[in-house]
């Protein structure tokens, strides 16, 4: 492998870490690469003869508050995605039972930013429900309390070589409207930092080198416009071997315009989406999907994917291979059909 593609890290990790691959002599067959976990530890592997791995927290005395993602760039600076919205603003529909048949209508963003608005008017809501508290202290349950608290990514860096983050700034937040879901995803490619964000892919750049992005730019627009279950979000950007983003989102649903003015309505399914780097040419990879996270290529070029159970007697987690211009099935509707649903029972069977 050519030292080259350490210009182009790999995408953030949900869950999962993130592999830079530093070095490789192909002669000795040795390689090391660095890991970056989500507690911000760094493994040293060391492919030889008797493989040593040693683990160590790479970001010193520094803590990163709530990290669902990170990514790493040329320079080794780490950009991690945190979250404070997941269920306390992001709702999760479990705990909001009644609203289910209302829910799985939505078919936009606007729908579901007037849908909590007229269903969290103040005055609606007495008493907590789940997460769903009074989050700005008014003395009111409503939709406000969902514009509390904001989504993050941190930046970290070690300024003096020692091997260890001795610095951490608030790279951007702001990510707070009734309707925005979680930081679940974050990718350092060519200079910007993508992060997925329902309902926005963003793409944001620090030009003065501060660690504060002062760039932002909406990418992609127009992702979950269901409550759904919590988790069910816009996951995993990748770079293409194709060199155009990739990503995923759960069953909370896609309706994009893109920028050539095509629409791209899927409001009750999970999808893999790409697009190029500068927001051009954004399409619908495969479609259909339940809640796949973490997309990944293999040396060919082919697409896989991971997806959880729905929390039912008998399915089963799975791998997914992903095709182009495929429709796995999968309805948002599905999960509350429970066995009844010819998508459970196939994969029951399966």
Partial sequence: MSTARRKRPAAGCDENPN???????????????????????????????????????????????????????????????????????????????????????????????????????PGRLRLPRGGLKDHNKDGSIDWQDLTVHSERVYQLR???????????????????????????????????????????LWRLKDTDDDGVADVREVVAHGFGMHIAYAGHDMHGPRLGPDGRIYWSIGDKGVSVTSKEGKKFHLPHEGAVLRVEP????????????????????????????????????????RLVYITDQSDSGWRCGHQYMKGASRWILEDRKS
């Fill in 19 to 121: 592999f830079l691959f530093d070095a490789r002599a192909s002669g000795a067959h040795i390689m090391m690469m660095r890991r970056y976990f989500i507690p911000l530890l760094s493994c040293v592997l060391v492919q030889a003869a008797a493989a040593e791995v040693v683990a160590r927290k790479w970001s010193g005395t520094l803590n990163v508050p709530d990290p669902v993602a990170c990514t790493v760039d040329e320079y080794g600076r780490v950009y991690v995605a945190a979250t404070t919205r997941r269920k306390a603003a992001d709702l999760d529909i479990r705990e909001h039972p009644m609203w289910i048949a209302d829910d799985v209508g939505l078919t936009t963003v606007e729908e579901k930013r007037e849908f909590l608005k007229r269903e969290l008017a």
């Fill in 158 to 200: 070690d300024t003096n070589g020692d091997g260890l983050a001795d610095k951490m700034t608030v790279f951007a937040e702001g990510f707070n409207t009734e309707v925005t879901g979680i930081a679940a995803g974050i990718l350092y490619h060519d200079g910007w930092v993508y992060l997925t964000c329902a309902p926005d």
């Fill in 278 to 317: 500068d927001g051009a040419g954004f399409e619908v990879f495969a479609r259909g999907l339940r809640n796949v996270q973490e997309i990944a290529f293999d040396d060919f070029g082919n697409m896989f994917g991971v997806d959880n159970d729905a929390d039912l007697p008998g399915e089963r987690e």
